[in-house]
Nanobody, 121 residues
């Protein structure tokens, strides 16, 4: 089992920035893919951004040009830099990873517990 610790959420004003982090710990052979999702009240969970082990990224259209995703493989950590935040970015943000505990294990997924981001004047 892998434990995920998310941090960096909070209350900010429109136009401000936040940096989310999600750190994995436990028995980890390798993390292959990281994702950031978000879910606002009454809406489905949506993919915000993802990043491969080699650094290839996808950024969703709603946040393109404002958010960037990065990872530190040595620290088993993924980051989401969120700039120019808007009220519509208000959501609970969740990290997700694809990983193996051991080299020959099956590929698994693990969700974080979520961190609240609120953008309001």
């Amino acid at each position: 089992q892998v434990q995920l610790e998310e941090s960096g959420g909070g209350l900010v004003r429109p136009g401000e920035s936040l940096r989310l982090a999600c750190a994995a710990s436990g028995v980890i052979f390798r993390i292959y893919h990281w994702y950031w999702y978000r879910q606002a009240p009454g809406k489905p969970r949506e993919l915000v951004a993802d990043i491969t082990r080699d650094g290839g990224t996808y950024i969703g259209d709603a946040v393109k040009g404002r958010f960037t995703i990065s990872r530190d493989n040595a620290k088993n950590t993924v980051y989401l830099q969120m700039n120019s935040l808007k009220p519509e970015d208000t959501s609970v943000y969740y990290c997700l990873l694809d990983y193996r505990n051991h080299e020959r294990d099956i590929l698994k997924q693990q969700w974080g517990h979520g961190t609240q981001v609120t953008v309001s004047s």
